[in-house]
Nanobody, 128 residues
Framework: QVQLVESGGGLVQAGGSLRLSCAAS????????MGWFRQAPGKEREFVAA????????YYADSVKGRFTISRDNAKNTVYLQMNSLKPEDAAVYYC?????????????????????WGQGTQVTVSS
């Protein structure tokens, strides 16, 4: 079992940047595929980005492609989400999640049901 703790959220102006971190404990992170999801008030949780166990494959929602980057430092047991050119519509609670399974397609990583472990979330607010 792995425990996940997100950090790095906050208030940023539109066009600004934030880097979210997801620290894992309990198990080594290189045995898990990792994903970032977000949920805005009144909306369903949506996929943002995912990384295979090694980090060799990454996947992004179309809405963040070219602006967000997922990366991982398995030695530090941490996954990151670098968010650039933030827009007001990016405001949400961001969650990291872990799956012990390997998937060969981004479509499968984008399914929240594929993940067994979730963090508590970190709030991102973007002012216009």
């Amino acid at each position: 079992q792995v425990q996940l703790v997100e950090s790095g959220g906050g208030l940023v102006q539109a066009g600004g940047s934030l880097r979210l971190s997801c620290a894992a404990s309990g198990r080594t992170l290189n045995t898990y595929g990792m994903g970032w999801f977000r949920q805005a008030p009144g909306k369903e949780r949506e996929f943002v980005a995912a990384s295979s166990r090694s980090g060799g494959s990454t996947y992004y929602a179309d809405s963040v492609k070219g602006r967000f980057t997922i990366s991982r430092d398995n030695a530090k047991n941490t996954v990151y989400l670098q968010m650039n050119s933030l827009k007001p519509e990016d405001a949400a609670v961001y969650y990291c999640a872990a799956t012990p399974n390997y998937y060969s397609s981004g479509y499968l990583y984008s399914d929240s049901g594929a993940y067994d472990y979730w963090g508590q979330g970190t709030q991102v607010t973007v002012s216009s």
